[in-house]
């Protein structure tokens, strides 16, 4: 147990996670990703340009069987360049929670997340990868590994509608199917963001997030 | 005539003390971030109108009548919005 709980503090303190999960000082960020295999639902406030923090659902679906984790969430921004025509940013994510889960036999414990997220951008090309470990002493050990590589074919102004066409590559050992490779097209306006799917398993993509 | 002239006289020295602030920022490529921007300058009571061009990376800040922002204040803004300003100009 002592091991676990140093082990996942080493995470918080060294790993990072999750699509700009920090935002302008008192920005608020409102998002759900949602797949047949798993789900992440999070709402966010930016302390600072800096610091985050908030609260996460999770769902991931293995064989029919749900695990669902509730979390509290901190986020830091690590480090940022900004370029004059790009920006790179890499950030540390940190979690505590409950973690439910149907997989063997159906139990509640707590759970504790670490993970980073890195991503670099133009107006017109991102990537993006992050890494996210869930660890739960008696229930489980999940980690997430997601890529991202997207281009838009124009660059649009400040308050227009944005296109992007992204490919998204996942590795979930713990989840059925445990690599999705998913093709979406991304929008955004003004403050809006959505992205659509499907993955080469023919499975589903929707996701949503608000800033405010 | 004669009040028309004061009047109008009046009308351009108050405008002649609004602002034209043109701020180029770094990293600005990703209009949805930079939406916190434009949110955070609207909370400033000092300014009237502002605009962010994508292309050229500028923020164009128009401030109220009389008013004005200091370098400081501005480079304190364009940073809780998570950009760096790269350089400041006045009109």
């Avoid at chain 1, 609260?55 to 293995?62: A, G, Y």
């Avoid at chain 2, 009571?45 to 500028?58: F, G, S, Y």
């Amino acid at each position: 147990m002592k091991n676990y709980l140093i082990g996942s503090l080493v995470y918080m303190i060294t790993l990072s996670a999750h699509s700009h999960p920090v935002i302008y000082q008192g920005g608020k960020v409102i998002s759900s990703f949602n797949m047949a295999s798993y789900s992440d639902n999070q709402a966010l406030y930016s302390i600072t340009s800096k610091w985050s923090a908030g609260l996460n659902h999770w769902r991931f679906t293995k064989k029919d069987k749900n695990t669902e984790m509730g979390l509290a969430r901190v986020n830091h921004l690590l480090w940022r360049k900004n370029g004059e025509d790009s920006q790179a940013n890499i950030y540390l994510l940190s979690g505590i929670g409950l973690v439910d889960s149907e997989i063997e036999a159906r139990r509640t414990e707590e759970v504790y997340l670490g993970g980073f997220e890195a991503d670099w951008e133009t107006r017109t090309l991102f990537t993006a990868l992050k890494y996210y470990h869930f660890t739960s002493p008696k229930v489980t050990d999940i980690f997430m590994a997601q890529g991202r590589i997207g281009f838009s074919p124009f660059e649009s102004g400040f308050e227009d509608l944005q296109t992007w066409f992204m490919l998204q590559a996942m590795v979930m050992p713990d989840v059925e199917p445990n690599v999705i490779i998913t093709p979406m097209l991304r929008f955004f306006y003004k403050s809006v963001l959505w992205e659509m799917g499907s993955s080469t398993r023919a499975e589903w993509m929707l996701n949503l997030m608000v800033h405010y | 005539m004669k009040l028309s002239l004061i009047l109008g006289l009046l009308l351009v020295g108050q405008a002649a003390f609004a602002k034209d602030i043109s701020v180029k920022v770094s990293g600005m490529v990703c209009s949805m971030c930079a939406q916190g921007i434009k949110k955070k300058f609207s909370q400033i009571k000092e300014v009237k109108e502002i605009n962010v061009n994508l292309d050229t990376k500028i923020v164009s800040i128009k401030t109220n009548e009389d008013q004005d922002l200091k370098d400081e204040k501005i480079k304190e803004i364009i940073t809780e919005a998570g950009y760096n300003v790269a350089s400041i100009e006045r009109k």
